[in-house]
Protein backbone atom coordinates (compact mmCIF):
# COMPACT_ATOMS: atom_id res chain seq x y z
CA UNK A 1 0.00 0.00 0.00
CA UNK A 2 1.59 3.52 -0.83
CA UNK A 3 0.09 6.42 0.13
CA UNK A 4 1.24 10.06 -0.56
CA UNK A 5 -0.35 12.71 1.11
CA UNK A 6 0.44 16.71 0.43
CA UNK A 7 3.43 16.34 -1.09
CA UNK A 8 4.88 19.40 -1.95
CA UNK A 9 7.68 20.72 -4.07
CA UNK A 10 8.54 23.74 -5.46
CA UNK A 11 11.86 24.62 -7.67
CA UNK A 12 12.42 28.51 -6.02
CA UNK A 13 9.21 30.50 -6.10
CA UNK A 14 8.09 27.94 -8.41
CA UNK A 15 5.35 25.10 -6.87
CA UNK A 16 5.73 22.34 -9.27
CA UNK A 17 4.14 19.49 -7.26
CA UNK A 18 0.91 21.72 -4.96
CA UNK A 19 -0.42 19.36 -2.05
CA UNK A 20 -0.74 16.11 -4.16
CA UNK A 21 -2.64 12.87 -2.78
CA UNK A 22 -2.19 9.78 -4.08
CA UNK A 23 -3.04 6.34 -2.94
CA UNK A 24 -1.96 3.42 -4.74
CA UNK A 25 -3.10 -0.37 -3.72
CA UNK A 26 -0.45 -3.15 -3.67
CA UNK A 27 -0.57 -4.54 -7.37
CA UNK A 28 -2.26 -1.65 -9.08
CA UNK A 29 -0.93 0.12 -12.28
CA UNK A 30 -1.07 3.54 -12.48
CA UNK A 31 0.02 5.34 -15.05
CA UNK A 32 0.49 9.28 -15.04
CA UNK A 33 -0.36 11.52 -18.33
CA UNK A 34 -0.12 15.36 -18.79
CA UNK A 35 1.22 17.86 -20.23
CA UNK A 36 5.29 18.67 -19.65
CA UNK A 37 6.52 21.01 -17.55
CA UNK A 38 3.63 20.01 -14.89
CA UNK A 39 5.28 18.04 -12.47
CA UNK A 40 4.76 14.31 -13.54
CA UNK A 41 8.20 12.92 -13.55
CA UNK A 42 8.90 15.59 -10.57
CA UNK A 43 6.62 14.00 -8.49
CA UNK A 44 7.61 10.18 -9.32
CA UNK A 45 11.45 11.73 -8.48
CA UNK A 46 10.08 12.79 -5.09
CA UNK A 47 8.66 9.73 -4.15
CA UNK A 48 12.71 8.37 -3.54
CA UNK A 49 14.25 11.57 -2.83
CA UNK A 50 16.38 12.13 -6.22
CA UNK A 51 14.34 15.57 -5.60
CA UNK A 52 14.00 16.76 -2.28
CA UNK A 53 9.88 17.43 -1.55
CA UNK A 54 9.37 20.16 0.68
CA UNK A 55 6.05 18.95 2.45
CA UNK A 56 3.77 15.75 2.34
CA UNK A 57 4.23 12.33 4.00
CA UNK A 58 5.39 9.27 1.78
CA UNK A 59 4.17 5.52 3.02
CA UNK A 60 5.53 2.89 1.02
CA UNK A 61 4.93 -0.36 3.04
CA UNK A 62 6.22 -0.17 6.73
CA UNK A 63 7.67 3.54 6.49
CA UNK A 64 6.17 6.32 6.42
CA UNK A 65 8.42 9.79 6.04
CA UNK A 66 7.43 13.34 6.41
CA UNK A 67 9.07 15.13 3.43
CA UNK A 68 9.45 17.78 5.73
CA UNK A 69 12.21 16.36 8.28
CA UNK A 70 13.21 13.29 6.12
CA UNK A 71 16.37 11.86 7.93
CA UNK A 72 18.82 9.88 5.54
CA UNK A 73 18.07 6.53 6.87
CA UNK A 74 14.58 7.33 5.92
CA UNK A 75 15.77 8.55 2.20
CA UNK A 76 17.53 5.07 1.80
CA UNK A 77 14.20 3.37 3.04
CA UNK A 78 12.52 4.81 0.06
CA UNK A 79 14.66 4.11 -2.46
CA UNK A 80 15.32 0.60 -1.17
CA UNK A 81 11.32 -0.12 -1.10
CA UNK A 82 10.71 1.65 -4.66
CA UNK A 83 12.93 1.19 -8.01
CA UNK A 84 13.02 3.59 -10.69
CA UNK A 85 13.52 3.71 -14.43
CA UNK A 86 15.23 5.89 -16.13
CA UNK A 87 13.94 8.23 -19.28
CA UNK A 88 18.07 7.88 -20.38
CA UNK A 89 18.14 4.40 -18.79
CA UNK A 90 21.36 5.84 -16.47
CA UNK A 91 22.38 2.12 -16.94
CA UNK A 92 26.15 1.99 -14.96
CA UNK A 93 28.24 2.78 -17.45
CA UNK A 94 31.26 0.77 -15.99
CA UNK A 95 29.62 -1.87 -15.47
CA UNK A 96 28.36 -5.28 -17.72
CA UNK A 97 24.55 -5.42 -17.95
CA UNK A 98 24.68 -8.77 -15.88
CA UNK A 99 26.55 -6.88 -13.06
CA UNK A 100 23.63 -4.00 -13.25
CA UNK A 101 21.76 -6.04 -12.47
CA UNK A 102 23.33 -7.43 -9.73
CA UNK A 103 24.84 -4.29 -8.35
CA UNK A 104 21.94 -3.54 -6.36
CA UNK A 105 21.37 -7.23 -4.94
CA UNK A 106 24.95 -7.62 -3.56
CA UNK A 107 25.94 -3.99 -2.98
CA UNK A 108 23.03 -2.93 -1.21
CA UNK A 109 21.00 -5.97 -0.33
CA UNK A 110 23.90 -7.76 0.49
CA UNK A 111 23.23 -10.82 -1.14
CA UNK A 112 25.74 -13.84 -2.00
CA UNK A 113 27.59 -12.92 -5.35
CA UNK A 114 25.96 -16.48 -6.31
CA UNK A 115 23.08 -15.99 -5.80
CA UNK A 116 22.87 -11.93 -7.21
CA UNK A 117 24.17 -13.78 -10.51
CA UNK A 118 21.53 -16.40 -10.99
CA UNK A 119 19.51 -13.65 -10.19
CA UNK A 120 20.23 -11.76 -12.50
CA UNK A 121 20.86 -14.36 -15.51
CA UNK A 122 17.23 -15.31 -15.03
CA UNK A 123 16.21 -11.68 -15.27
CA UNK A 124 18.10 -11.38 -18.61
CA UNK A 125 16.50 -14.29 -19.92
CA UNK A 126 13.28 -12.83 -19.17
CA UNK A 127 14.30 -9.31 -20.63
CA UNK A 128 15.65 -11.86 -24.24
CA UNK A 129 19.18 -10.20 -23.26
CA UNK A 130 20.77 -13.30 -22.40
CA UNK A 131 23.06 -13.33 -25.26
CA UNK A 132 23.90 -9.61 -24.08
CA UNK A 133 25.10 -10.15 -20.64
CA UNK A 134 28.32 -9.16 -20.47
CA UNK A 135 28.06 -6.49 -22.67
CA UNK A 136 28.65 -2.63 -21.52
CA UNK A 137 26.22 -0.57 -21.90
CA UNK A 138 27.59 1.71 -24.77
CA UNK A 139 27.40 -1.87 -26.64
CA UNK A 140 23.72 -1.79 -26.87
CA UNK A 141 20.86 -0.32 -28.29
CA UNK A 142 18.83 1.97 -26.87
CA UNK A 143 16.25 -0.52 -26.37
CA UNK A 144 18.22 -2.84 -25.28
CA UNK A 145 19.45 -1.04 -22.67
CA UNK A 146 16.55 0.31 -21.38
CA UNK A 147 15.37 -3.45 -21.15
CA UNK A 148 18.73 -3.98 -19.05
CA UNK A 149 17.64 -0.59 -16.99
CA UNK A 150 14.01 -2.43 -16.21
CA UNK A 151 15.35 -5.59 -15.19
CA UNK A 152 17.55 -4.00 -12.97
CA UNK A 153 14.36 -2.25 -11.32
CA UNK A 154 12.65 -5.37 -11.42
CA UNK A 155 15.93 -7.14 -9.57
CA UNK A 156 15.02 -5.30 -6.34
CA UNK A 157 11.91 -7.05 -5.18
CA UNK A 158 10.69 -3.61 -4.95
CA UNK A 159 7.03 -2.66 -3.34
CA UNK A 160 6.84 0.26 -6.07
CA UNK A 161 8.55 0.52 -9.38
CA UNK A 162 8.40 3.91 -10.73
CA UNK A 163 8.77 4.57 -14.92
CA UNK A 164 9.56 8.12 -15.78
CA UNK A 165 8.71 8.25 -19.39
CA UNK A 166 10.79 4.69 -20.27
CA UNK A 167 10.70 5.03 -23.89
CA UNK A 168 10.79 8.67 -24.45
CA UNK A 169 14.03 8.97 -25.50
CA UNK A 170 14.12 6.24 -27.88
CA UNK A 171 14.11 5.35 -31.32
CA UNK A 172 10.76 4.27 -32.71
CA UNK A 173 12.04 0.93 -33.23
CA UNK A 174 12.66 0.13 -30.11
CA UNK A 175 9.72 1.30 -28.18
CA UNK A 176 7.53 -2.00 -28.76
CA UNK A 177 9.82 -3.79 -27.71
CA UNK A 178 10.47 -2.07 -23.88
CA UNK A 179 6.60 -1.56 -23.41
CA UNK A 180 6.08 -5.84 -24.25
CA UNK A 181 8.20 -5.93 -20.99
CA UNK A 182 6.79 -3.59 -19.34
CA UNK A 183 3.49 -5.91 -19.91
CA UNK A 184 5.44 -8.72 -18.82
CA UNK A 185 5.83 -7.08 -15.44
CA UNK A 186 2.66 -5.71 -15.08
CA UNK A 187 1.44 -9.45 -15.57
CA UNK A 188 3.17 -10.20 -12.53
CA UNK A 189 1.12 -7.91 -10.56
CA UNK A 190 3.81 -5.33 -9.44
CA UNK A 191 2.82 -1.94 -8.36
CA UNK A 192 3.82 0.59 -11.03
CA UNK A 193 3.67 4.14 -10.79
CA UNK A 194 3.86 5.07 -14.67
CA UNK A 195 4.51 8.12 -16.41
CA UNK A 196 4.51 8.32 -19.86
CA UNK A 197 2.57 9.53 -23.27
CA UNK A 198 1.77 6.46 -24.89
CA UNK A 199 -2.08 6.68 -24.66
CA UNK A 200 -2.70 3.19 -26.38
CA UNK A 201 -0.35 1.52 -23.97
CA UNK A 202 -2.10 3.21 -20.73
CA UNK A 203 -5.74 2.28 -22.22
CA UNK A 204 -4.31 -1.27 -22.29
CA UNK A 205 -2.16 -1.67 -19.11
CA UNK A 206 -3.35 0.95 -16.07
CA UNK A 207 -5.74 -0.03 -14.09
CA UNK A 208 -6.29 3.54 -12.80
CA UNK A 209 -5.15 6.93 -15.04
CA UNK A 210 -3.66 10.24 -13.91
CA UNK A 211 -3.98 13.28 -15.20
CA UNK A 212 -2.04 16.38 -14.07
CA UNK A 213 -1.68 19.80 -14.48
CA UNK A 214 -0.50 22.36 -13.24
CA UNK A 215 1.00 20.17 -10.25
CA UNK A 216 -2.40 19.11 -9.53
CA UNK A 217 -4.11 15.87 -9.73
CA UNK A 218 -7.03 16.96 -12.32
CA UNK A 219 -8.72 13.73 -12.89
CA UNK A 220 -8.33 10.41 -12.06
CA UNK A 221 -9.61 7.17 -13.27
CA UNK A 222 -9.86 3.87 -15.03
CA UNK A 223 -9.01 4.54 -18.91
CA UNK A 224 -12.39 4.13 -19.93
CA UNK A 225 -13.43 6.50 -17.93
CA UNK A 226 -10.76 9.11 -18.18
CA UNK A 227 -9.34 8.65 -21.35
CA UNK A 228 -12.54 7.84 -23.32
CA UNK A 229 -15.09 10.10 -21.19
CA UNK A 230 -12.84 13.41 -19.81
CA UNK A 231 -14.98 15.78 -17.87
CA UNK A 232 -12.41 18.60 -17.34
CA UNK A 233 -11.96 20.98 -20.10
CA UNK A 234 -8.00 20.64 -19.30
CA UNK A 235 -7.78 16.92 -20.05
CA UNK A 236 -10.05 17.27 -23.33
CA UNK A 237 -7.98 19.99 -24.79
CA UNK A 238 -4.75 17.45 -23.71
CA UNK A 239 -6.15 14.55 -25.42
CA UNK A 240 -7.10 16.10 -28.31
CA UNK A 241 -3.34 17.24 -28.85
CA UNK A 242 -2.07 13.81 -28.18
CA UNK A 243 -4.80 12.30 -30.48
CA UNK B 1 86.38 21.38 -25.89
CA UNK B 2 87.24 17.20 -25.13
CA UNK B 3 85.82 14.32 -26.46
CA UNK B 4 82.77 12.59 -24.76
CA UNK B 5 84.00 9.19 -22.82
CA UNK B 6 81.76 6.86 -24.42
CA UNK B 7 83.52 3.83 -22.83
CA UNK B 8 82.94 6.34 -19.00
CA UNK B 9 79.43 6.12 -19.90
CA UNK B 10 79.00 2.56 -20.74
CA UNK B 11 80.72 1.52 -17.54
CA UNK B 12 78.52 3.87 -15.86
CA UNK B 13 75.11 2.61 -16.93
CA UNK B 14 75.24 -0.77 -14.91
CA UNK B 15 75.82 1.60 -11.68
CA UNK B 16 73.20 3.69 -12.46
CA UNK B 17 70.55 1.09 -13.64
CA UNK B 18 71.60 -0.82 -10.04
CA UNK B 19 69.47 2.32 -8.43
CA UNK B 20 66.08 2.18 -10.68
CA UNK B 21 64.40 0.01 -7.82
CA UNK B 22 65.31 2.13 -5.17
CA UNK B 23 63.98 4.80 -7.77
CA UNK B 24 60.76 3.21 -8.58
CA UNK B 25 60.12 2.10 -5.20
CA UNK B 26 59.83 5.67 -3.75
CA UNK B 27 57.62 6.81 -6.72
CA UNK B 28 55.69 3.30 -6.64
CA UNK B 29 54.73 3.87 -2.78
CA UNK B 30 54.14 7.97 -3.41
CA UNK B 31 52.01 6.79 -6.06
CA UNK B 32 49.65 4.25 -4.43
CA UNK B 33 49.65 6.84 -0.88
CA UNK B 34 48.75 9.77 -2.90
CA UNK B 35 45.96 7.94 -4.94
CA UNK B 36 44.60 7.10 -1.32
CA UNK B 37 45.03 10.72 -0.45
CA UNK B 38 44.16 12.39 -3.29
CA UNK B 39 40.74 10.33 -3.67
CA UNK B 40 40.08 11.21 -0.11
CA UNK B 41 40.93 14.61 -0.71
CA UNK B 42 38.62 14.99 -3.45
CA UNK B 43 35.39 13.08 -2.27
CA UNK B 44 35.59 15.21 1.10
CA UNK B 45 36.05 18.50 -1.77
CA UNK B 46 32.74 16.79 -3.76
CA UNK B 47 30.73 15.85 -0.53
CA UNK B 48 32.07 19.47 1.77
CA UNK B 49 32.04 18.33 4.65
CA UNK B 50 31.72 21.23 7.05
CA UNK B 51 35.24 22.33 9.13
CA UNK B 52 37.25 19.99 7.52
CA UNK B 53 36.36 20.79 4.24
CA UNK B 54 38.49 24.48 5.05
CA UNK B 55 41.33 22.19 6.22
CA UNK B 56 41.57 20.40 2.93
CA UNK B 57 41.40 23.47 0.70
CA UNK B 58 44.53 24.98 3.09
CA UNK B 59 46.29 21.37 2.42
CA UNK B 60 45.65 21.92 -1.07
CA UNK B 61 46.44 25.54 -1.52
CA UNK B 62 49.92 25.07 0.52
CA UNK B 63 51.05 21.77 -0.80
CA UNK B 64 50.34 23.37 -4.25
CA UNK B 65 51.73 26.59 -3.37
CA UNK B 66 55.35 25.45 -2.18
CA UNK B 67 58.12 23.79 -4.20
CA UNK B 68 58.74 20.32 -3.58
CA UNK B 69 62.71 20.47 -2.89
CA UNK B 70 61.42 22.84 0.08
CA UNK B 71 58.54 20.25 1.32
CA UNK B 72 61.07 18.02 1.38
CA UNK B 73 63.69 20.21 3.46
CA UNK B 74 60.90 21.07 6.04
CA UNK B 75 60.01 17.45 6.85
CA UNK B 76 63.77 16.15 6.87
CA UNK B 77 64.97 18.98 7.98
CA UNK B 78 62.78 21.20 10.09
CA UNK B 79 60.30 18.96 11.07
CA UNK B 80 62.29 16.97 13.48
CA UNK B 81 63.15 20.06 15.70
CA UNK B 82 59.86 20.78 16.43
CA UNK B 83 58.64 16.91 16.77
CA UNK B 84 61.59 14.88 18.08
CA UNK B 85 59.39 11.48 17.78
CA UNK B 86 60.36 12.33 13.69
CA UNK B 87 63.94 11.82 14.30
CA UNK B 88 63.93 8.41 13.72
CA UNK B 89 62.84 9.03 10.31
CA UNK B 90 65.17 7.99 7.49
CA UNK B 91 65.61 10.22 3.87
CA UNK B 92 63.66 7.26 1.95
CA UNK B 93 60.92 7.50 4.28
CA UNK B 94 60.87 11.02 4.16
CA UNK B 95 61.27 11.39 0.60
CA UNK B 96 57.69 9.23 0.07
CA UNK B 97 56.10 11.35 2.21
CA UNK B 98 57.03 14.58 0.76
CA UNK B 99 55.74 13.03 -2.34
CA UNK B 100 52.24 11.96 -1.34
CA UNK B 101 51.64 15.08 0.55
CA UNK B 102 53.05 16.99 -2.81
CA UNK B 103 51.18 15.21 -5.20
CA UNK B 104 47.98 14.59 -3.87
CA UNK B 105 47.40 18.12 -3.67
CA UNK B 106 47.67 17.94 -7.48
CA UNK B 107 45.80 14.60 -7.91
CA UNK B 108 42.93 15.69 -5.37
CA UNK B 109 42.18 18.66 -8.01
CA UNK B 110 42.37 16.25 -11.12
CA UNK B 111 40.01 13.95 -9.23
CA UNK B 112 38.00 15.91 -8.12
CA UNK B 113 37.42 17.80 -11.57
CA UNK B 114 37.22 13.93 -13.16
CA UNK B 115 34.43 13.41 -10.21
CA UNK B 116 32.43 16.25 -11.63
CA UNK B 117 32.90 15.31 -15.10
CA UNK B 118 30.49 11.83 -14.46
CA UNK B 119 27.45 11.88 -16.08
CA UNK B 120 24.64 13.10 -13.54
CA UNK B 121 22.51 10.02 -14.42
CA UNK B 122 25.15 7.64 -12.65
CA UNK B 123 24.71 9.46 -9.36
CA UNK B 124 20.91 9.58 -9.59
CA UNK B 125 20.83 5.29 -10.95
CA UNK B 126 23.44 4.91 -7.67
CA UNK B 127 20.74 7.19 -5.19
CA UNK B 128 17.66 4.99 -6.94
CA UNK B 129 18.96 1.69 -5.79
CA UNK B 130 19.32 3.02 -2.42
CA UNK B 131 23.25 3.12 -2.21
CA UNK B 132 24.89 5.25 0.73
CA UNK B 133 27.31 7.96 -0.60
CA UNK B 134 30.01 5.70 0.18
CA UNK B 135 28.70 3.13 -1.80
CA UNK B 136 27.84 5.21 -4.61
CA UNK B 137 31.52 6.63 -4.68
CA UNK B 138 33.30 3.12 -4.24
CA UNK B 139 31.47 1.47 -6.80
CA UNK B 140 29.74 3.93 -9.64
CA UNK B 141 31.27 7.16 -9.19
CA UNK B 142 35.30 6.96 -8.71
CA UNK B 143 35.48 3.89 -11.05
CA UNK B 144 34.16 5.82 -13.40
CA UNK B 145 36.09 9.19 -12.35
CA UNK B 146 39.23 7.29 -12.41
CA UNK B 147 39.28 7.10 -16.15
CA UNK B 148 38.53 10.32 -17.06
CA UNK B 149 41.97 11.41 -14.49
CA UNK B 150 43.78 8.39 -15.78
CA UNK B 151 45.91 10.68 -18.35
CA UNK B 152 46.65 13.31 -15.98
CA UNK B 153 47.20 10.84 -13.13
CA UNK B 154 50.24 9.05 -15.09
CA UNK B 155 51.93 12.48 -16.10
CA UNK B 156 51.70 13.59 -12.40
CA UNK B 157 53.48 10.07 -11.72
CA UNK B 158 56.02 10.43 -14.44
CA UNK B 159 56.57 13.76 -12.19
CA UNK B 160 56.75 12.11 -9.11
CA UNK B 161 59.21 9.99 -10.73
CA UNK B 162 61.65 12.62 -11.34
CA UNK B 163 60.94 14.29 -8.07
CA UNK B 164 62.54 11.36 -6.67
CA UNK B 165 65.61 12.28 -7.61
CA UNK B 166 65.39 15.65 -5.38
CA UNK B 167 65.67 12.78 -2.49
CA UNK B 168 69.57 12.87 -3.12
CA UNK B 169 69.04 16.11 -1.22
CA UNK B 170 67.83 14.25 2.04
CA UNK B 171 70.89 12.53 1.66
CA UNK B 172 69.42 9.28 0.31
CA UNK B 173 72.00 7.67 -2.58
CA UNK B 174 69.16 7.29 -5.05
CA UNK B 175 69.71 7.54 -9.04
CA UNK B 176 70.99 10.76 -8.70
CA UNK B 177 72.88 10.62 -6.01
CA UNK B 178 74.73 8.10 -6.84
CA UNK B 179 75.59 9.93 -10.55
CA UNK B 180 76.36 12.99 -8.77
CA UNK B 181 79.49 10.47 -6.59
CA UNK B 182 80.55 9.10 -9.52
CA UNK B 183 80.78 12.37 -11.58
CA UNK B 184 82.53 13.68 -8.10
CA UNK B 185 85.18 11.04 -8.49
CA UNK B 186 85.84 11.17 -11.78
CA UNK B 187 85.31 14.91 -12.75
CA UNK B 188 83.38 13.78 -15.52
CA UNK B 189 80.21 15.80 -14.73
CA UNK B 190 79.01 16.22 -18.69
CA UNK B 191 78.92 12.18 -18.79
CA UNK B 192 77.43 11.24 -15.68
CA UNK B 193 74.47 13.67 -15.91
CA UNK B 194 74.14 12.67 -19.45
CA UNK B 195 73.86 8.79 -18.36
CA UNK B 196 71.34 10.03 -16.06
CA UNK B 197 68.98 12.56 -17.89
CA UNK B 198 68.92 9.04 -20.91
CA UNK B 199 67.95 6.46 -17.72
CA UNK B 200 64.89 9.05 -16.70
CA UNK B 201 64.52 9.52 -19.85
CA UNK B 202 64.24 5.66 -21.43
CA UNK B 203 62.09 4.96 -17.81
CA UNK B 204 59.73 7.31 -18.78
CA UNK B 205 58.70 6.79 -22.38
CA UNK B 206 58.59 3.05 -21.14
CA UNK B 207 55.74 4.22 -18.71
CA UNK B 208 53.87 6.59 -21.32
CA UNK B 209 53.39 3.46 -23.59
CA UNK B 210 52.30 1.93 -20.88
CA UNK B 211 49.95 4.46 -20.41
CA UNK B 212 48.97 3.98 -23.57
CA UNK B 213 47.59 0.34 -22.95
CA UNK B 214 45.93 1.51 -19.62
CA UNK B 215 44.19 4.15 -21.58
CA UNK B 216 42.57 1.48 -24.10
CA UNK B 217 42.22 -0.93 -21.18
CA UNK B 218 39.94 1.81 -19.39
CA UNK B 219 38.33 2.78 -22.34
CA UNK B 220 36.61 -0.76 -23.27
CA UNK B 221 33.48 -0.86 -21.59
CA UNK B 222 32.64 2.66 -23.32
CA UNK B 223 33.54 1.39 -26.90
CA UNK B 224 30.62 0.72 -29.11
Known sequence: MIGIQGLTKRFGDTVVLDAIDLDIADGERVVVIGPSGTGKSTLLRCLNF??????????????????????????????????????????????????????????????????????????????????????????????????????????????????????????????????????????????MLIVTHEMQFAREIADRVVFMDGGRIVEQGPPSQVLDAPQDERLQRFLRRVG | MRALDFSYMLGLVPVLVSYIPLTLFMAGAGMVFALILASALAVERVVKVPVLDGLVVLFISFFRGTPLLVQLFLFYYGLPQVLSFLTQINGVTAAIMGLTLHFSAYMAESIRAAIAGVDRSQWEAAQSIGMTQAQMMRRIILPQAGRI????????????????????????????????????????????????????WIIVEILSQGQKRLEIHLNKAYAR
Do not use: C, H
Open chain 1, 50 to 191: LDAPQAGTIRIGDLTVDAAQATRQQILGLRRRTAFVFQNYALFANKTAKQNIMEALVTVQGRPVQEAEARATEILAQTGLADKAESYPAALSGGQQQRVGIGRAMALGADLMLFDEPTSALDPEWVGEVLDLMRQVAEQRQT
Open chain 2, 149 to 200: AAPTLVNYFIDMIKGTSLAFTLGVTEMMGAAQKEAAGSFRYFEAFLVIAVLY
